[in-house]
């Protein structure tokens, strides 16, 4: 027998979880399906390991110590995935919250610390009388979630109805299946299989599919030698230089009779010079080479073929099937092109 689900008029979703594990499933698959934690609240009762509420616990210390034996105990912060508090709430005693519900039970601004988590659900649009029986069933140890579906009211509450969560509406609905399938034990083996085949309509699997675990490890691909080398070019320099030369200069007498003899063999000498070039060379250092290695940055592309399970449903007849998790699938296969 199908759940009867709440008044759709409204966006917000609830459901109560009788178990705390399967609360946590149902948020990470509602995160999975593209609901934000903004969207998402969770709310449970924290109580001592020796079982006494911490409600009861007196002293300024009380909150301090119930946000200690959380975090110690429970890791709730990685469980849930989501912005967990925890510690003593007015009107409630020490809880743990988180998403929505977290943030209006931390605020005293807008109320809801002081009237409790029905306080919470009114301000969220959950009427009056439906808020105070999800407050009994908080007080009661269970652990209630809250969706803001936005349009996706279905589908947000097959995941909670699917992970064990009821609301008001279906208590009664899942109390009633129990009682006739009890009932149905005790007809013929025909009506036994009838009722066996109705509980595996909510039996449950696993889809797998492979991913690609890529790693890194450094390889030599190859060694670079640096190392000096002599070679000889013919390097040609012209160098500006001076010399002498005799300048013989002639002109004529005055033809005036002289006292001076005509001596043969009179010569005049004078030395002449030039300037010599002398080549050296020296050693200089023209310049510096610094050798070492850096870290470029590259992409690789790398490809393998994966398999991966799909749900095929096949039908008898006409049935009516709803399948939530199929505009999920969509959306991850666009996400991933």
Not at 82 to 107: D, N, Q, R, W, Y
Not at 127 to 150: L, N
Not at 300 to 323: H, I, M, T, W, Y
Request: glycine share 10%.
């Amino acid at each position: 027998m199908a759940a009867t689900k709440a008044d759709k008029s409204r966006s917000v979703v609830v459901g109560v979880f009788d178990d705390r594990q399967r609360a946590q499933q149902a948020v990470k698959e509602l995160r999975q399906c593209g609901f934000r934690e903004d969207q998402i609240g969770v709310a449970a009762r924290e109580t001592s390991t020796a079982g006494t509420d911490k409600a009861e616990t007196k002293g300024s210390h009380a909150g301090e110590g119930a946000a200690a034996g959380i975090a110690a105990g429970a890791g709730i912060g990685a469980l849930w995935g989501l912005g967990i508090l925890s510690g003593f709430v007015p009107a409630i005693g020490p809880a743990i919250a988180g998403g929505i519900l977290g943030t209006l039970l931390s605020s005293a601004a807008a109320g809801a610390a002081a009237a409790g988590l029905a306080g919470a659900l009114i301000g969220m649009g959950i009427p009056e009388e439906e808020a105070s029986y999800y407050d009994t069933e908080f007080k009661s140890g269970k652990t209630i979630v809250t969706v803001s579906a936005d349009g996706r009211y279905d589908e947000a509450w097959d995941i909670l109805h699917r992970f064990g969560a009821y609301n008001r509406d279906t208590v009664g609905a899942s109390q009633a299946t129990g009682s006739a399938r009890s009932t149905a034990a005790s007809h013929t083996a025909t009506a036994s299989t009838r009722t066996a085949d109705r509980s595996a309509a909510g039996a449950s699997m696993q889809l797998h599919e492979e991913q690609l675990d890529v790693q890194k490890r450094p390889v030599e691909t190859g060694e670079v030698s640096v190392r000096k080398e002599v070679v000889t070019e013919r390097k040609t320099v012209e160098v500006p230089v001076q010399r002498e030369e005799v300048v013989i200069e002639r002109r004529p007498a005055t033809g005036r009779a002289t006292s001076a003899d005509i001596r043969p063999g009179e010569e005049v000498r004078i030395p002449v010079r030039e300037e010599q070039v002398d080549v050296q060379k020296r050693a200089v250092a023209t310049e510096e080479v610094n050798v070492g290695k850096r870290k470029v940055q590259d992409t690789e592309r790398v490809s393998a073929d994966l398999r991966k399970e799909q749900v095929k449903v096949e039908r008898e007849g006409n049935p009516a099937v709803c399948d939530s998790g199929a505009n999920a699938d969509k959306q991850r296969h666009a996400s991933r092109k």
